[in-house]
């Protein structure tokens, strides 16, 4: 075809192609729909989970019909006037100036159409890329508009305004959440491909050049698309449509599509601003549905095969003869194992130990007394294939993986929600112990002593009780947990003298700030100047707070500062007799030694600190021409007694909150050990913030900062999680308030190594396999 002029007719008619595709997709998603409700609805469960669950059903059932209507109205509607530029929930119309909050229901609407379009994306992110980048080419453009019916955000639109339409609710949709995205998630990758044939066949980009939409970072080669990238093809991949996941530091996920490059940053963003919006103010909750997306696509994809499988959700008994299989697979696996670790290469482990796996399989097949038996075997073998072929798992530690396969095998045949939750314990603790190891250099393939140790210790408790179920798992998880604080602290040589820095600065922090709360709380009805006022609540509290760090609250140094705390408030009040001025005269210079002294000790550099002598030298000229108010003897004396014992009267640490506003900035501590971030990012959610509260120490992430693009892991977190060290491999160290990290989070600038956690990675490898050939769950 001709590639002069813009063929916007053809444009048209693939438009019109893709909304027809989804309409005659719809009958089978919304059945899909009244299945999973029917479905949850049958599933043993408590009183109010279960009548949740009936009303679900019911209200699906009476408004199917609208829904079904209310859909195929909005598509053709997107189709001859363009999608909606407008978000859900109206919003009054305003005048120049005024303001208005946005209510609560709005924002979750939101947050729900986000997360669906992010779904449908996370699916069929390639065929998108295809698409936008052959009716870009049609139509003469760079890029689609940002509300282009093609685009995922209004078809999520359309979707649930139908939904609320047809009487259906936010929480009914929450219910139903896994079904409905995996099913729209179906249903836009099919319209996207059988459009981008149609383009293909009318001979628009038989080959597409996606390069023009890849944003590259500045000087990092890590930003431009490795590994998992192009396995699928660019229009549908084999298996389970989903590309693999990536491999190496700074490689994109592997389920958005390279257009997702942001430029400067290196950000793996979304696609378009319809992902962006907000799903990334809610990553915690968007990771946790995909995981459990991907289990209940393994369930259903399992539960065709084996209609038994995952329908009970009570503990049930092993087999005699799979119990007996199991034990002497695991005695075996210890021989092979310790004779591996003593005697093969690393490189040559991972065949070994696969070949192995292999032959132990068959055997406990042939001893399994059910076809729910032989599932479970088939799929823990493959879950434990991808486990144990992650190239970033050190040969070292993969050997304790290894030895984890039966223990886990056992509570996945007698604990079914192994396969329905992903807050397991033995889920949980393959993923801590995969996200502590896992960002080490591949070349090095070496962790340290101590972490290794303890991995070995908990696999061997773990085989030590074969019969507690979960119980041992989550013990030696919280063991885990309580083992990776002392060791980033006191064994690790790498992040223990950053971890005590870190400690350091939040002590001080943490009194500057009791010492601020305080201080206003004795000036508070005391007639002080304004500028001593501030210069004590934003200069001297932080001196008096590294002056009791470095000496005790009782040491001398820091008593010396509490008198010139004192006297300068005395010198500050109006002095109306000669002898009084005189007195001042001679007290001024040791005190202004004193409060030069106390600051070069927190760290002011000489400039700063002749300008807060300037504005004190300002308010004590005031005291002299007796312009300001008399302080009587005895509220001095009071004054000065309460300083003494000032520590008795903080408030409690716990309490405390590291925040800008009571403390200027952490640049103090800025040292050759210890990097503290003081700019960069930008304004961060409160989802956003939750995050930050939430990232688990010993993972690791890739810092972008100050031309540094660089693998970093979480060492220590301080009280209330508001103070964050993370270390570099070769031992820098750098420190984050959490508003900062926060800040780094949102802006892409520090991003989890891990586009996904271990076990559900290997989940996705394993649906991919059982996608092929869903047969060797029988065989």
């Known amino acids: ?77 997107a189709l001859l006037h363009g999608g909606s530029t407008t978000r859900l929930g109206d919003l009054p119309s305003l005048s120049p100036g005024q303001l208005t909050l946005v209510d609560d229901d709005t924002i979750e609407l939101e947050i729900v159409t986000s997360r669906l379009a992010l779904a449908m994306m996370d699916r069929a992110s390639w065929e998108f890329a295809d698409l936008r980048s052959r009716i870009a080419h049609l139509e003469g453009r760079g890029e689609l508009d940002a509300h282009d019916m093609l685009r995922a955000h209004v078809l999520a639109r359309i979707v649930f305004e139908a939904w609320r339409a047809s009487g259906q609710t936010l929480a009914s949709w929450r219910e139903l959440q896994p079904v409905l995205h995996e099913e729209f998630a179906l249903l836009s990758e099919e319209a996207y491909h059988e459009t981008n044939r149609w383009l293909a066949e009318h001979g628009v980009l038989p080959e597409v050049d996606l390069r023009p939409f890849i944003r590259r970072s500045r000087g990092h080669a890590s930003a431009a698309p490795t590994g998992g990238w192009g396995q699928g093809g660019g229009s549908g991949g084999g298996g389970s449509g989903e590309a693999g996941p990536a491999s190496g530091w ?197 962790v340290g002593d101590a972490l290794e140790r303890e991995i070995k210790r908990i696999v061997q408790v773990v085989e030590a009780y074969p019969d507690t179920g979960r119980r041992v798992f989550q013990t030696v998880l919280t063991e885990f947990e309580k083992f990776l604080e002392h060791y980033f602290r006191t064994e690790n040589e790498t992040t223990r003298r950053g971890v005590s820095l870190a400690q350091q600065v939040e002590q001080r922090e943490t009194l500057a700030i009791q010492y601020t709360i305080e201080l206003r709380r004795m000036l508070n009805d005391m007639p002080v100047q304004e500028g001593v006022r501030q210069f004590l609540f934003h200069v001297w509290a932080d001196v008096l707070a590294t002056t009791a760090v470095s000496y005790g609250a009782q040491g001398k140094q820091t008593r010396a500062m509490k008198r010139a705390a004192a006297d300068l408030i005395w010198s500050a009040s109006a002095k109306v007799t000669r002898e009084e001025r005189a007195e001042v005269i001679r007290r001024l210079p040791p005190l202004l030694k004193s409060l030069r002294e106390g600051m070069a000790a927190a760290g002011m550099d000489a400039e700063r600190q002749d300008e807060q002598i300037q504005l004190l030298n300002n308010s004590l000229a005031a005291a002299f021409t007796a312009k300001t108010a008399a302080i009587p003897d005895e509220r001095l004396r009071e004054l000065m007694d309460r300083l003494e014992t000032l520590e008795e009267l903080l408030p409690d640490a716990e309490d405390v909150q590291i925040d800008e506003s009571m403390v200027l900035d952490l640049s103090g501590h800025q040292s050759a050990d210890l990097e503290v971030v003081l700019d960069g990012g930008s304004m961060p959610t409160p989802a956003m913030l939750a995050w930050a509260r939430e990232l688990q120490v010993g993972s690791w992430y890739m810092l972008e900062y100050r031309e540094r693009h660089e693998a970093v892991q979480l060492a220590w977190q301080g009280m209330r999680r508001q103070l964050t060290l993370f270390v570099t491999a070769q031992g820098r160290c750098v420190l984050f308030q959490q508003q900062r990290l926060a800040s780094f989070l949102q802006a892409g600038l520090l991003l989890p190594a891990q586009d996904e956690a271990l076990t559900v990675r290997a989940t996705r490898s394993a649906l991919a396999k059982l996608d092929v050939d869903a047969s060797r769950l029988l065989n």
């Open 1 to 77: 075809m001709a590639t002069g002029a813009p063929n916007t007719n053809l444009a048209s008619q693939a438009r019109r192609l893709y909304t027809e595709e989804l309409v005659k997709g719809l009958p089978g998603l919304v059945q899909a729909a009244l299945d999973g409700a029917r479905g949850l609805f049958e599933k043993p469960s408590e009183h109010a989970t279960f009548q949740r669950r009936r009303d679900l059903m019911q209200g699906i059932n009476a408004g199917a019909q609208s829904w079904h209507r209310g859909l195929v109205n909005g598509l053709r509607h």
């Open 250 to 446: 700074g490689n994109a996920p592997a389920s958005g599509p390279p257009s997702a490059y942001a430029s400067g940053s290196g950000l793996m963003r979304g696609v378009g601003d319809e992902t962006r919006l907000m799903t990334r103010a809610a990553p915690l909750a968007r990771g946790r549905d995909h995981a459990e997306a991907l289990l209940g696509r393994l369930n259903r994809l399992v539960g065709r095969q084996v209609p038994a499988f995952g329908q009970s959700t009570r503990p049930q008994g092993l087999s005699p003869g799979l119990a007996r299989a199991i034990d002497t697979a695991e005695a075996g696996i210890r021989q092979r194992m310790t004779t591996t670790a003593a005697g093969v290469e690393a490189s040559a482990t991972a065949p070994v130990m696969l070949e192995d796996l292999q032959q132990r399989k068959q055997a406990l097949k042939k001893a399994a007394a059910s076809s729910e038996e032989r599932a479970t075997i088939e799929i823990v073998a493959l879950l434990f294939q991808s486990i144990l072929t992650e190239e970033r798992i050190p040969a070292a530690v993969r050997v304790w993986f290894a030895r984890l396969q039966m223990p886990v095998l056992r509570v996945a045949v007698t604990e079914p929600d192994f396969f329905a939750t992903v807050d397991h314990p033995a889920r949980r603790l393959i993923d801590r112990m995969g996200a502590c190891v896992m960002g080490f250099d591949s070349a090095a393939q070496k």
